[in-house]
């Protein structure tokens, strides 16, 4: 038994299970904009296929940085940022990664096929082909847009846009769409400033692998300067979205978890160089994202 559990606690480890939120609440909060009639089966379909999609991200992900030398830099687990380690510690094989992956998209493709044929269009499946490609095409094959320097963009459009949008479009048969768009970029935003904070301890280990992130722009002892714009610019379009009428303005509420967001901005000023208290900016900015998400359902809700 104590070898089964192990075995779990190293899957959940190698999936990176506590970024879900970044998918499972920017999707949940488009489905939910428009109430007048709610698609059931449609909503847990596009769910299963937004969580399997990040999912298998996630792996191709690690097996990707693994093969690019990125995350043999520093081969230390620390839980936020640098990879699951689970490669280097010889857990699991890349092989595994990669097939683990391809599973995951496989499930991804099933969810999408079986959404296609409750909606009645095909699409949906159109969408997904150009979301599962981005979302590999992020660090693997011939693209490898975080070793672009457009990782950071793409994670946007996958965690906002095409989130929320997706949901939205499930509800509602409406796209492009102008208001549920304006609507996706808080959480865009303030998923892409995740994973700029969890790029800054990294910096150095990428750029000895050729990946160049937004921290190779700013060097990491100006990063908090990018991570503040993106905070800006993500609580700057929820005050756009209350003043056109797109929400109501109890979401203003989300205002309050500024506070995290000052503190993650301090820690990643004053200890860029140091990886171990940068665990302290990563989680803080998981944590603002997170509440950010859930005051934004809470105000569709109500």
Not at 246 to 263: C, G, H, R, Y
Request: glycine share 6%.
């Amino acid at each position: 038994m104590q070898i089964k559990i192990s075995q779990i606690k190293n899957i959940v480890r190698a999936l990176r299970m506590p970024f879900l939120s970044a998918s499972l609440l920017p999707f949940i909060f488009g489905s939910l904009i428009e109430r007048h009639s709610f698609n059931v089966k449609g909503f847990i379909l596009g769910l299963c296929a937004a969580i399997a999609t990040h999912l298998s991200a996630n792996l191709i992900n690690d097996y990707a940085d693994s093969k690019s030398g990125a995350d043999w830099q520093d081969q230390r687990f620390y839980g936020l940022f640098g990879g699951s380690k689970l490669i280097q510690e010889k857990v699991f094989s890349e092989g595994f990664y990669l097939r683990l992956a391809m599973s995951f998209a496989l499930l991804s493709a099933i969810s999408v096929v079986l959404l296609a044929l409750v909606l009645k269009t095909l699409s949906v499946v159109g969408f997904y082909l150009v979301i599962i490609f981005l979302s590999w095409s992020y660090s693997f094959g011939p693209l490898r847009f975080s070793y672009r320097r457009l990782g950071e963009v793409f994670i946007f459009l996958l965690f906002g846009p095409c989130l929320v949008m997706g949901g939205y479009f499930i509800q509602t048969r409406i796209f492009p769409d102008a208001k549920s768009f304006i609507l996706s970029l808080p959480l865009g935003l303030l998923t892409t400033a995740i994973l700029f904070s969890n790029e800054v301890p990294d910096f150095e280990d990428d750029r000895k692998a050729g990946k160049q992130t937004w921290v190779s722009l700013s060097g990491t002892h100006q990063a908090y300067k990018l991570y503040f714009l993106l905070v800006f610019l993500a609580f700057g379009a929820i005050a756009a979205s209350v003043l056109l009428g797109f929400i109501k303005t109890i979401a203003l509420l989300s205002f309050i978890f500024l506070i995290p967001a000052f503190k993650a901005m301090k820690t990643l000023k004053m200890f860029h160089a140091q990886k171990d208290k940068l665990l302290e900016s990563s989680r803080l900015t998981i944590v603002l994202q997170a509440m950010v998400g859930i005051v934004l359902i809470g105000s569709v809700l109500l």
